[in-house]
């Protein structure tokens, strides 16, 4: 681990990490466990995955935890998720207070059940001033339900005469999102095996380095993330531009 660790650049650290976390079932199924207790396991690599931010120095952390298309799963499974969601929230919220984490969250919220959406605005209030790391959860997220709620604030504006549509741009799109005030993820990780964004922050994402690893979540840990930062470290990011225009 050590070894590992000493191969990263503390100046060349992203800002925000964006990660889907993908793998909880398939590693439930694997050692003959239902799936929802794959999802608990899960849980822990999340507490281990902020730990490790923490002592990188990484200021946003964006976590895929439930988007709108998981409402189709069986309703055993989601009233489960739900149900962890909930426990990990009043479970967390002191070690949230004790290392100044802020608790945000994105996505279309009000469709989350009552009990996990007052817990949720409840220890999102409790952390407010917190500024040591923010963990952003993506909770009934979709990026495409995002961009559509963009798209209607700004022409409610426009309508409006409260904005004129010559002065939307890509800065004021970016006002409008779930994410605003943030800067975008500089990398994107997903676990599990699969190479595909599956609705994840779609326009944030424009120019993340992509990070895929094999790893099922609840087997991802401080390690794990260690490697897709050095991966990350060891790209040339252009953003358009020649490598020689960087030098």
Known sequence: MEKIHNEIDKNRMPQHIAIIMDGNGRWAKEKGHIRTLGHEQGTKSVNKIVE?????????????AFSTE?????????NALMQIIVNSLKKEEPTLKKNKIRLHAIGDLKQLKKEVYKKLMNVIDNTAE??????????SYSAKWEIV?????????????N????????????????TAGMPNPELLIRTGGEQRISNYLLWQIAYSELYF?????????????HKAIIDYQNRERRFGKTSEQLK
């Open 52 to 64: 490790a931010c923490i002592k990188l120095g990484v200021k946003y952390l964006t976590l895929y």
């Open 70 to 78: 998981n409402w189709n799963r069986p309703k055993f499974e989601v």
């Open 130 to 139: 917190n500024d040591k790391l923010t963990l952003n959860l993506a909770l």
């Open 149 to 161: 709620e963009a798209v209607k604030a700004i022409a409610t504006k426009v309508k409006q005469n």
């Open 163 to 178: 904005l004129e549509i010559e002065d939307v741009n890509s800065e004021i799109f970016s006002q409008h999102l779930t």
């Open 213 to 225: 690893t094999q790893t099922l979540w609840p087997d991802f840990d401080e390690k794990e993330l």
